[in-house]
């Protein structure tokens, strides 16, 4: 990985990160008293157990899908709103299977890149970019990402736990359109999203309260809004469900909850 340019930005520790509340969650280090207090109030919200099982059964349907398609020879991943380097890794888990496999980071929060830098010093065919999801051109024109990710083969986009940081003002439908334009058939796209079926709306309303003095705010989706983030591609099997019975025999299985929906999409090929 590169680590040429501009220094990293300065990064806001006084207002709760999504990305580092995240990691606290994971049981991570990279986080302030910001992110602490506001993810306590989470906890507060819907159970410290709840909160943690969301949050790990979330980062086992990453690490399931993007095994899932290293096996079936994916060799390019774009991840979405990656959050902060904890075990498991998209890039670790892909490239156990396929060594060259080339992998592009992006996220908005600059402290991201600051630790993706140190974590993939080493790595030629890993890069971290600060980018904001909600200008996709953006990221599909950045020198690094063009320098790694080849379009005119598949390529795998993974958006997992970030459209429900995307209110509909900022066209989340409109952000994955612009990606599926770009990509050859055989792509791919996964996506997990919290979803307003299963958790009391009582719930709900207190997560919303306290994310909305987060950096970005949070928007809990029914099932069927989330199925049209999949517009223009097929669902693999067993298509969109909660992320605990995707595919559990690329293991590691993660906790059940009812807190989230999760999916694949493949371009069709014609």
């Known amino acids: 990985m ?6 990293s930005p300065p990064y806001d520790t006084g207002t709760p990160s999504p990305a580092r509340m995240y990691d606290y969650f994971l049981g991570g280090k990279d986080n302030y008293a910001a992110d602490r207090a506001a993810a306590e109030q989470v906890k ?11 949050v790990w059964e979330n980062r086992r349907f990453l690490q399931r899908v993007v095994r899932h398609l290293a096996e079936a020879g994916i060799d390019q991943f774009v991840d979405l709103g990656t959050g902060l380097p ?4 998209v890039h670790e888990i892909a ?6 496999a080339r992998v592009v980071y992006v996220d908005n929060d600059p402290i991201v890149l600051a630790h993706g830098r140190a974590l993939l010093a080493t790595n030629a065919t890993t890069t971290v970019i600060t980018a904001d999801v909600r200008d996709p051109e953006a990221i599909l024109e950045h020198e690094e990402l063009r320098a790694l990710i080849d379009f005119s083969r598949p390529v795998a986009v993974l958006s997992i736990a970030l459209f429900h940081f995307i209110p509909d003002d900022d066209d989340p439908a409109g952000i994955v359109a612009a990606f599926r334009k770009l990509l050859s058939p055989g792509s791919y796209f996964a996506l997990s999203h919290l979803t307003t079926d299963g958790t009391p709306e ?4 207190r997560v919303v309260e ?41 293991g590691p299985e993660g906790p059940q909850t009812d807190s989230l929906y999760a999916g694949l999409g493949r371009l069709a090929t014609g």
């Open 44 to 54: 507060a919200a819907v159970g410290d157990v709840l909160c943690h099982a969301t």
């Open 95 to 100: 490239q156990e299977v396929v060594p060259e």
């Open 202 to 205: 009582e719930e709900l309303a």
């Open 86 to 89: 904890t075990q498991g890794n």
């Open 210 to 250: 306290v994310y909305r003095k987060a950096t970005s705010p949070i928007v809990f989706r029914p099932p069927e809004r989330i199925m049209e983030f999949f517009e223009g591609f097929d669902l693999v099997e067993p298509g969109l469900t909660r992320p605990w019975k995707w595919r559990p025999e690329y």
């Open 2 to 7: 590169s680590t040429d340019g501009p220094s």
